[in-house]
């Protein structure tokens, strides 16, 4: 099971975000992260996250036949669409192009995190049918969020409505760290900040991600886990590095 197979796979509630509180320790080069008391491992009652393909029945079309049986017809055309050399595989400019058709303008930053979460294990640069298929239906999944927790109908989620948005896919983030993930939203006017989809996707994506990281060393979910110094950038960075 691949990476974000994983993240979108979890059935538990998953930790706050905290920061973390002891300093690297120079003889052990461990970290030590902790998390609220209410850490728990309940399970989840849906969800809302992809299996890859969406749709049923059918099988290959249109000569890619990198794509899972039963893909939905309008998964292989819109990547049809963006594939203009035919090579069957594309990059994060045809990516942002395809995304942007199908939903609304994405920015390169969130198509990069997309395309490092979705990453081809052959060529890391660009993703084929599979890799396409499974993203396009994942972002499906966060569009019903995205729509069930907007719950103004204003086309934007503000602070609030994304806190719950999160903490329905077991996510319990304090506020105190949403301000902060959020903050890079703000555009100086003074206005409460709100997310467009591809900025909300930006945002659970990170905070998913980290969160099934942490989990992969706290087995036992006690809400403590240990890194050593490698560790703790090799999991960080490749977040970091799409969202700044």
């Not at 080069?29 to 393909?53: C, I, K, M, V």
């Not at 993930?181 to 930006?202: A, N, Q, T």
């Not at 969160?211 to 560790?231: C, Q, R, V």
Request: aromatic fraction near 14%; charge should be neutral.
């Amino acid at each position: 099971m691949s990476f974000f197979s994983k993240i979108f796979h979890s059935s538990s509630f998953s930790p706050s975000a905290r920061s973390l509180r002891e300093p690297y320790d120079q003889r052990g080069q461990t970290y030590r992260a902790s998390h609220p008391s209410n850490y728990s491992h309940q399970q989840q009652q849906q969800s809302y996250y992809g299996q890859g393909t969406s749709g049923g029945g059918g099988g290959y079309s249109n000569g890619y036949s990198g794509f899972p049986p039963g893909t939905s017809q309008d998964i292989i055309r819109s990547f049809e669409m963006v594939d203009r050399d035919r090579s069957g595989f594309i990059d994060e400019n045809e990516l942002q192009k395809a995304l942007s058709s199908g939903y609304h303008r994405f920015h390169i930053r969130t198509v990069r995190l997309l395309m490092f979460l979705f990453r081809n294990p052959h060529d890391p640069r660009r993703i084929g049918p599979k890799e396409f298929a499974a993203l396009w239906t994942c972002l499906g999944q966060w569009r019903g969020i995205y729509e069930r927790y907007d719950k103004d109908k204003n086309g934007k989620i503000d602070l609030f409505e994304l806190r719950d948005a999160l903490y329905s896919i077991g996510l319990a983030t304090p506020s105190s760290v949403l301000q902060v993930l959020i903050s890079k939203y703000d555009d100086g006017s003074g206005r409460m900040i709100e997310l467009d989809f591809d900025s909300f996707v930006e945002c659970g994506v990170i905070l998913k991600g980290l969160t099934e990281k942490f989990k992969e060393k706290d087995e036992s979910y006690t809400g403590t886990a240990s890194f050593n110094y490698d560790e703790f950038m090799a999991m960080a960075i490749p977040f970091l590095a799409s969202y700044n």
